[in-house]
């Protein structure tokens, strides 16, 4: 599908991180610990966003080290050791010779080390940067080889004087995708688009919702995507109504919509795609009218995502047009400008348009900066994701509209003449759509 991050943009990533900070500091990621699932079984590793992304590193038990300006090298690492039984049982460990030659570590030690190792090479530094609050464990483990440097006071030792917050510094960079990692989140978008197509073709009456899951998964799997960016969403009927609905059991009956949001994660970049569709094949004249009125939000929404516009002008454009469209309706009553300022639409639309995309699937990055909206520049990728849903229990419009759910959404790169809909291929018309389904 497409090239991995190569050694050489891992080590820009770190000298450019390193260029941030402050001298004389020193910087520690942890990496991810393994999550158990059950007793003696974990769930399937993945590697903390961070600690990848300035490393390529997928090893639990490991920490990164970055201390700029140190004469015996500025990246280190300590990992596992190798271990010819555990690996037999566990998989291949690169242990610490691994970690300098295929990962490009100045030094690296053994885990088991790290007590002895790390307060010395904080000694003597200004300010330590941390992501605190995240991981309380290691918090405590920061704040203990801080306190060993203090109690030697004494005897000399100066401890670092100051914890900095890494978060901000790293995430913005984040924020900004390069060439590569462009191409990467085309291939997770597309991988994800056609395990949409692979939906709307296997869809049918009596089928179950988690059947239709397996068949978005399997569609990831088969094109090397090994799991999914987040909990498959597949909710038919009145379950389009719940946001984050993931029980996925109910069966797929005739004249429901169904609403899928899925994405799948590749090479640890994630893909992220909502669309909704009837379970026969073909919409109802009330799907097809709220579906067109989320259809037309989106484009505009997408319109306003180009260079220059701040983060909130694809929101505000969708508003516009869900509110405009609620009133052609019939489910609001008034003037446009004053339903918008009162936030009559919320009944109906209660998320906001879209959030960043990238490593996560709800992405780091500042959404304002000195309070202001963040301004879109090239390179920032985002989801466009409007929708509507009428709740089964709202008495205050006609039943007909009741217990629909519509949501549309689609991965859009910033670029420097506008933008690029990295998941476009899924069709998204009622024309597209049925067409696809019957055939």
Request: proline residues 4%.
């Amino acid at each position: 599908m497409s090239a991995k991050i190569n050694a050489q943009e891992f080590a820009r990533r770190r000298k450019e991180l390193m260029a941030m900070i402050e001298p004389n500091s020193i910087a520690i990621i942890p990496a991810a610990e393994e999550k158990t699932r059950s007793r003696d079984t974990h769930f399937t590793y993945r590697q903390d966003s961070d600690f990848y992304y300035l490393s390529g590193f997928c090893e639990p038990e490991a920490v990164l080290v970055l201390i700029p300006g140190r004469e015996h090298g500025e990246f280190v690492m300590f990992v596992r050791e190798r271990n010819r039984e555990k690996e037999i049982w566990d998989g291949y460990r690169q242990g610490p010779e691994g970690a300098v030659e295929n990962f490009g570590a100045d030094d690296a030690f053994p885990i088991d080390d790290i007590d002895e190792i790390l307060p010395g090479l904080l000694e003597s530094r200004d300010r330590v940067y941390y992501s605190l609050g995240r991981d309380p464990n290691f918090d405590q483990r920061i704040m203990s080889w801080i306190n060993t440097l203090r109690a030697q006071a004494r005897a000399g030792a100066v401890p670092p004087g100051e914890l900095q917050d890494l978060d901000h510094f790293l995430h913005d960079m984040r924020l900004f995708k390069s060439a590569t990692e462009a191409k990467l989140m085309r291939s997770a978008g597309e991988i994800s688009a056609q395990a949409h197509i692979r939906a709307m073709k296997t869809c049918k009456p009596g089928m179950y919702e988690y059947q239709l899951e397996g068949e978005l998964h399997h569609e990831f799997l088969k094109n090397g995507a090994r799991a999914p960016a987040y909990n498959t969403i597949v909710g038919s009927g009145k379950n389009g109504c719940i946001l984050h609905y993931i029980e996925n059991t109910k069966k797929l009956e005739s004249g429901d919509l169904v609403l899928i949001d899925a994405g799948c994660e590749y090479e640890m970049y994630a893909g992220d795609i909502t669309r909704t569709f009837p379970v026969n094949g073909k919409f109802s004249e009330e799907q097809k009218a709220l579906y067109e009125v989320v259809l037309n939000a989106q484009y505009a929404a997408i319109d306003a995502v180009k260079p220059g516009n701040h983060w909130n002008q694809p929101h505000e454009a969708a508003v516009k047009v869900l509110t405009q469209g609620l009133i052609d309706l019939g489910l609001l009553e008034g003037n446009l400008d004053e339903l918008i300022a009162d936030q009559a639409y919320v009944d109906f639309y209660m998320h906001r348009t879209g959030h960043w995309l990238g490593m996560d699937v709800h992405d780091v990055g500042d959404y304002k900066v000195s309070g202001q909206w963040r301004v879109l520049e090239p390179g920032m990728c985002l989801t466009v994701e409007p929708g509507l849903y009428i709740s089964p229990d709202n008495e205050n419009v006609d039943e007909k509209w009741r217990g629909i759910g519509i949501r549309i959404e689609d991965d859009v790169l910033v670029t420097t003449d506008g933008h690029e809909v990295l998941t476009a291929s899924v069709p998204k018309t009622v024309e597209e759509i049925e067409a696809l389904m019957a055939s």
